[in-house]
């Protein structure tokens, strides 16, 4: 299970907010197996995870002053991350146990481009999902989108892989043909994704502008017509659609074809996030951007 926010805010505005998600994450995966051992913060490297960790990553998510990156010297701003411009840290569990929680901020320009976006980020293992159900997880995703002025969020199932995961397909293709309610976009803050909304998920937060565009939560309902589908409106011109229950992944060999994703990717089709591995053409690998483009419009095709 993957969690992501894009919140198009700098971080002395949303600390606070972050601080909230880190806790409510915190809580939900207390005394899980191997929950969280590892962290890094800015530009500290990988360390276990203990009192010097916490007291860095607190201490990044308390900032004392204001300061946009119009004002920082040259040396400064060659390394913004070193001079606390582009505050991010990262949680993990042991290696493959699903367990992480990321934040990056984005960097404050008195004047901030639309496309940029500080991300918050948290994934659970499915095994998570099994044991606790889908209404803790969706419990937790709401608390940690209550305190964050997003712009789109979501929450759902995912091939939680890093980037090279592009360079095995051939390992994911199955899953990937099979069982369209699996997510491999996995958009960080270099993406700059700003106010676009990446794909389909199994909980889909919106905010302004997009909620805007799509009428609000009233205009949403007067779209989505599938009986699993809820439309529920949050506070501050917020509104999460949740698809069923609970997450599905689909299945095509048995004619599960996610209908109600299929409903929603038709609505927000206008403010999808463009196809973003067009790079890979230029790598000489055609037919692997070919077959990304088929899943990448799965429920539009």
Not at 1 to 15: G, N
Not at 223 to 243: K, M, W, Y
Not at 272 to 287: H, I, M, V, Y
Request: a negative charge; glycine letters at 8%.
């Amino acid at each position: 299970m993957r969690i992501v926010f894009f919140v198009p805010h700098d971080h002395f505005d949303i600390a606070a907010g972050v601080s909230h998600a880190l806790d409510s994450y915190l809580r939900a995966v207390k005394g899980g197996p191997s929950a969280l051992v590892e962290y890094t913060c800015c530009d500290w490297e990988p360390s276990k995870l203990g009192d010097r960790g916490w007291e860095l990553i607190r201490d990044t998510l308390n900032p004392k002053e204001r300061r946009y990156f119009d004002d920082y010297d040259e040396d400064e701003a060659s390394q913004p991350e070193k001079a606390g411009a582009e505050p991010y840290f990262g949680i993990y569990g042991e290696q493959d146990s699903g367990f992480s929680f990321t934040y990056h901020a984005r960097i404050p320009w008195r004047e901030a481009p639309a496309s940029s976006a500080s991300v918050l980020r948290a994934t659970l293992p499915t095994e998570y999902l099994e044991e606790k159900g889908a209404g803790v997880v969706h419990t937790l995703a709401l608390d940690m989108a209550s305190r964050l002025p997003f712009a789109s969020g979501h929450a759902g199932l995912a091939l939680d892989v890093a980037y090279p995961s592009l360079d095995r397909l051939d390992i994911l293709r199955p899953l990937l043909v099979r069982h369209p309610g699996f997510d491999i976009r996995d958009a960080g803050i270099r993406d700059e994704l700003g106010t676009q909304v990446d794909g389909v998920h199994w909980m889909n937060f919106f905010g302004l502008p997009v909620l805007s565009a799509l009428g609000g939560a009233a205009g949403l309902r007067a779209r989505l017509q599938f009986p699993s589908t809820e439309v529920r409106e949050l506070d501050g011109e917020r509104v999460l659609v949740t698809l069923g229950p609970e997450p599905e992944a689909g299945d095509l060999t048995h004619g599960q074809l996610l209908p109600a994703y299929r409903e929603l990717a038709k609505v927000l089709e206008p403010w999808l996030e463009p196809f973003p591995w067009g790079f890979l053409r230029s790598q000489g690998r055609a037919n692997d951007e070919e077959e990304l483009r088929r899943w990448w419009r799965r429920f539009l095709d």
